[in-house]
């Protein structure tokens, strides 16, 4: 595959699926593996598959037909046990996977925590009751499981333990807080996040209600693994999703559509690094660099265990617009 000059960062591309029904990825805990959702062959939701690395063989994961919205893997050690978000199917359409990708919008159905051993293929509840429980993201380091949680009207970030136990409540701030991702260190979390304008609160709160919500201006948070001292490090009123962070358990990958042309009825994301550490550009925010260039989406950006290959998915040579596809790249600093 011929190269972009100007993606420096990615080193020998390959295309991992070809079928455009991809969407974001999680790196089994033995790198061997990627398990990442799809659009259903029916065109509703969206189905798990588990795509191995070596053979270039994908299948799905039997749910009889549950809705899986997100998905971790449990332990460092294990490629069997996976935590998953499971929502009651919608009674209208659940919007299309490239919409969800690109966080045009947010869907919040009824939906709770799961385990599961991909194995046995027995399936357990973690969490119970009412409300939006998705978007699981595991601290390997001291066993915990964030998530986003609409318990308490907003969607706000949680910490539990992988059982669910012990429910804690890291983020107050009314507004969507989601896309959590811990730091391979485990000593940090970095999650999006929308604050809407108190005068468009009571809209908001309505939207939340009704299970999904538009979002427009996503800004990048920073804080400690439970939580502690969070602060925005990439807020310029764009959309910007979905931070991984780096081996170092420093810097950020995330998309952003900061060079989409205004106007255009569906944004083009690309993806950009930002040092939370460095200083400051003469004009305020922190320096981005841009990763990729491409005319189709590029987000969802995953390390994996070892931090030397990046997967993400993208549109890039979709046979239709608006499809996806997963993409593994060599990562280097150099």
Known sequence: MAPDSREKRLHELRQLTVDGMAGRAVWAPDGKSLLYQAAAANGSCAELRVLDLQTGQSRVVPLQGRWVTSAAFAQPDDSA?????????????????????????????????????????????????????????????????????????????????LDGTEPLRLTDVPGYDGGPAFSPDGTKLAWHAERPSPSAAAGYAKRVSS??????????????????????????????????????????????????????????????????????????????????FNDAFDGAPAFSPDGKLLAFTSGRFASQAGQTNLFVARWTDE
Not at 102 to 119: G, I
Not at 126 to 134: F, L, M, Q, S, V
Not at 247 to 253: E, F, Q, W, Y
């Open 81 to 161: 046990r996976l935590l998953l978000s499971i929502a009651e199917p919608p009674k209208a359409s659940c919007g299309s996977l490239g919409s969800l990708l690109r966080a045009e919008r947010v869907a919040l159905p009824q939906s709770n925590l799961f385990s599961l051993d991909l194995a046995s293929g027995k399936l357990e509840p973690i969490t119970t009751g009412a409300g939006c429980k998705a978007e699981v993201a595991v601290n390997a380091h001291d066993q915990r499981v964030a998530y986003v949680s609409t318990a308490d009207g907003d969607p706000n970030l949680f910490l539990a333990r």
């Open 211 to 292: 299970g999904q919500i538009e979002v427009e201006h996503l800004a990048i948070f920073v804080a400690g693994a439970r939580g502690q001292h969070p602060a925005s490090v990439v807020n310029d009123g764009r959309r910007n999703i979905d931070p991984a962070f780096l081996p170092d358990s420093r810097r950020i990958l995330f998309a952003s559509d900061r060079d989409a042309a205004p106007g255009s009825e569906e944004r083009n994301l690309e993806l950009y690094l930002v040092d939370p550490d460095a200083p400051a550009t003469a004009q305020g925010p922190l320096p981005l660099e841009r990763v990729t």
